[in-house]
Structures are given as C-alpha cells and as structure tokens.
Nanobody, 126 residues
C-alpha cells in the first residue's frame, strides 16, 4: 500500500523559511512514473493546489499566491518530494499535504490525486 509521509512543518515568523519533505514508500514502485503535488488547506477553506511536478521534474503548475516564494522539487532516486518555502506570510498558514497520481497529467485539482499524506502543519505569525 502506498504511503506518503510529510515532514518539516512548524511555526515561523513572517519572512522566515521552511522546507517540507514527503517520503514515499510501500508499493510505490516506479516512483518516476508518478505526478507529485503539494496542496494546502487553511481552517474553514477548501484544499487548494500549491504546486505540481511532472515525473521528469518539470513544473506545470505553481499557485499565483506562492510564485517567486515557493519551489517544488523531487528526487526520483530517493522517492522524495520537497517544497522550499521562503518569505513566508501569515496567509500561508495551513495544513500542507503531499499527493500523488500515476501518470503525467499533473493538474492542480484535488480529485485527480489518488494518494495523500496525513499533512504537516505550517503556522506563520506576523
């Protein structure tokens, strides 16, 4: 059974940085064939896409709200996904989720993704 485990969340002040990681295991053979994504959900709001990355490392989607501040990347040799978050703002406060789907269509819609992690909390104070 595929498992995704996020780590790296925490509490920071505005302007700070965090690096989220997502480790994949448990039957996720051919990790290189999976589209990977980061989503986030703030209290009382819908889950939204943050960024996606194709199996070949290309990045087809980055949310306007994080462009220039967040960078998604993957390491196919380590079955790992990352999200470097710089210049964090209070509005970035949310639970951040790693998600995966088989194939090379890396949309930002929640229903596209088959596998989800449990999330890691990011809290940014002003």
């Amino acid at each position: 059974q595929v498992q995704l485990v996020e780590s790296g969340g925490g509490s920071v002040q505005a302007g700070g940085s965090l690096r989220l990681s997502c480790a994949s295991s448990g039957g996720m053979y051919a990790y290189v064939s999976y589209c990977m994504a980061w989503f986030r959900q703030a209290p009382g709001k819908e889950r939204e896409g943050v960024a996606t990355v194709l199996p070949n490392g290309k990045i087809p989607f980055v949310a306007d709200s994080v462009k220039g501040r967040f960078t998604i990347s993957r390491d196919n040799a380590e079955n790992a996904l990352y999200l470097q978050m710089n210049n964090l703002k209070p509005e970035d406060t949310a639970m951040y989720y790693c998600a995966a789907r088989r194939g090379a269509i890396c949309g930002s819609s929640v229903p596209l993704y088959t596998y989800w992690g449990q999330g890691t909390q990011v809290t940014v104070s002003s």
